[in-house]
């Protein structure tokens, strides 16, 4: 009796001593292979400006790290979630991509539990776009969301505020190579809610073939030449006296089948660090791209009845007024009865 039960006994700590071993070498395994995929995109040079001679060796050249597995392309990594735009994204309505930076943390949080849930269907996927970071802490955040959440995107080149425009056409970039056949794309703030059901409902009654834009316009607006302000625009950087018709940068819809067209043609042009101005301004009216006006792209914050039920996007948005709004989708319908999704 004896005898068997201390044979049981080392049999036992041989299955852990094996178990733990087998442990071990798997997160070693990790580790090395961590290290082989991150340092050399994190060793590499990074400009933070980039002149227009210089860009299109520069955007064809970068990288984009997707839910991240190494492919046979050294410089771009291939996404490892089977369910995200399959088939070059056939089935897919709505891709909406959001530029962020790593601190912004509980505005993609506020997000993933409000209207990113809409991600649960398998015709919407939302993405978080970032840049290159050289802070460890920072990184380490967006390293942590890629895991957990799969839903991030990181393009080769640094994330400053300078750099929007290179954001945009790495956006661009993602959706050509991986999500091509998508509907549509909408480009979205961080800060920025959106009424799903009613933008999906905005798409299946638009005509998806045509060649326009769909956003807040801006017309007849004019560079700020003045060095210290926030948009300051250099004559040097763009001489003319206005810009041409553009979409608001906090929200705007493209045509799935413009996004190839669009990339193409934004590697050709001198880029200004106004990333709407740039590719739905510049871009599109060279293109003759049409840029039509949609007065559910709100760009400020209201109280009014039925306003978010009335609203496709709404720009302004705290992390609590997400959640706000959230419930009021669902909940202010019976107050809001002239409303149809």
Request: net charge positive.
């Amino acid at each position: 009796m004896d005898f068997t039960y201390g044979l049981r006994m080392e049999i036992k700590l041989f299955f852990l001593f094996c178990l733990a071993n087998a442990i071990i070498i798997l997160y070693l395994s990790f580790i090395s292979w961590y290290i082989f995929a991150y340092t050399p995109i994190l060793n590499r040079r990074h400009r933070s400006t980039y002149s227009s001679v210089e860009l299109y060796d520069e955007i064809e050249s970068f990288g984009i790290i997707s839910n991240a597995t190494a492919s046979n392309n050294e410089d771009i990594y291939s996404t490892v979630n089977p369910f995200v735009c399959q088939s070059g994204g056939k089935d897919v309505q709505l891709v909406i991509v959001i530029p962020t930076s790593a601190s912004r943390e509980s505005a993609r949080m506020a997000i993933r539990q409000t209207w990113g849930r809409y991600t649960a269907r398998a015709d919407v996927s939302i993405f978080f776009l970032f840049g290159i970071t050289s802070s460890k802490h920072f990184q380490k955040i967006i390293d942590k969301e890629r895991y957990m959440y799969r839903d991030i995107l990181q393009a080769k080149f640094i994330d400053t505020y300078s750099n929007l425009t290179l954001k945009s056409i790495a956006m661009l970039k993602w959706v050509k190579d991986y999500c091509v056949e998508a509907k549509y794309l909408l480009k979205s703030d961080d800060d920025v809610f959106i009424n799903v059901p009613r933008l999906l409902k905005f798409i299946s009654n638009n005509k998806s073939k045509e060649r326009a834009i769909y956003g807040r316009i801006n017309k007849n607006s004019k560079p700020i030449r003045y060095k210290q302000a926030k948009h300051y625009i250099s004559h040097e950087e763009y001489k003319p006296r206005a810009f041409p018709a553009y979409a608001n940068g906090p929200a705007y819809l493209i045509p799935g089948h413009l996004v190839e067209e669009l990339y193409y043609s934004s590697l050709n042009h001198k880029i200004i660090r106004l990333e709407d101005v740039f590719l739905t301004g510049i871009v599109a009216l060279h293109l003759r791209i049409q840029r039509i006006h949609v007065d559910d792209f709100r760009d400020t914050v209201k109280t009014i009845p039925c306003f978010v039920q009335t609203s496709i996007c709404i720009h302004g948005v705290t992390e609590s007024k997400q959640f706000d709004y959230w419930k009021e989708i669902f909940h202010g319908k019976k107050k809001c009865t002239t409303v149809r999704y």
